[in-house]
């Protein structure tokens, strides 16, 4: 059993439209990452959320931890192109400990 | 400021023979990780070294090993190469943990990553 478990697994959408990807566990963690991979590099810090309800927000894209710290949601505003990659959210343990991951394809 | 590097970008063995993969840190930091992104297994702890020793271990045989040098690079070994080994290996490197504690807010900076290919 992963310990997160990240939905949807694919996502493909045109350009401009919104989408929300889910990071879950049954465990309570005290900070949650979440970072980005292009193809062909290591992933990539986007932000770390610490405080349960806390919303952090990097231009056109949202981060929510939830109030019990179980879950997180990564909302992404008028998707472009760019955004295209593989989303990993994290709990960061001494080591990192990855969800199950969603790939994200944004068209044109 | 340089980034984390790795070689070989690329790496074809045939199954049964040894690989070993390299990973300069971020000049000051003297914590390693490495993690193994398999096809449908997803991204995965290997080993963690931090000042030269190594300080934890994920679930992987022993066939799995490495060091950290005094400059605080290091190299993975992989022993008697199986298939299922075929990977993207990915180093990362932090500063050193020292008497950090949860949470851990802090970074850990990847590198490209090595393509292991085994045949």
């Known amino acids: 059993t992963q310990l997160l478990e990240q939905s949807p697994q694919f996502l493909s959408i045109q350009e401009g439209e919104n989408l929300t990807v889910y990071c879950n566990s049954s465990?309570?963690?005290?900070?949650l990452q979440w970072y980005r991979q292009e193809p062909g590099e290591g992933p990539v810090l986007l932000v770390t959320?610490?405080?349960?309800?806390e919303v952090k927000k990097l231009k056109r894209l949202t981060f929510q931890f939830g109030d019990a710290r179980k879950d997180s949601s990564l909302h992404i505003t008028a998707a472009q192109p760019g955004d295209t990659g593989l989303y990993l959210c994290?709990?960061?343990?001494?080591?990192?400990?990855f969800g199950t991951g969603t790939r994200l394809q944004v068209f044109p | 400021e340089a980034g984390v590097t790795q070689s070989p970008t690329h790496l074809i063995k045939t199954r049964g023979q040894q690989a070993t993969l390299r990973c300069s840190p971020i000049?000051?930091?003297?914590?390693v990780y490495w993690y193994q992104q398999a096809l449908g297994l997803g991204l995965q702890f290997l080993l963690w070294?931090?000042?030269?020793?190594?300080?934890n271990r994920g679930n992987f045989p022993p066939r799995f090993s490495g060091r950290q040098f005094p400059n605080y690079s290091s190299e993975l070994n992989v022993n008697a190469l199986e298939l299922e080994d075929s990977a993207l290996y990915l180093c990362?490197?932090?500063?050193?943990?020292?008497?950090?504690?949860?949470?851990?807010?802090?970074?850990?900076?990847f590198g490209p990553g090595t393509r292991l290919t085994v045949l």
């Open positions: 959320v610490v405080t349960g309800g």
């Open positions: 990362a490197s932090r500063t050193s943990v020292g008497l950090a504690g949860p949470p851990y807010t802090d970074t850990q900076y």
């Open positions: 070294y931090d000042e030269g020793e190594e300080r």
């Open positions: 000049s000051g930091h003297t914590s």
């Open positions: 465990s309570v963690f005290s900070s």
């Open positions: 994290a709990i960061n343990n001494d080591k990192l400990i």
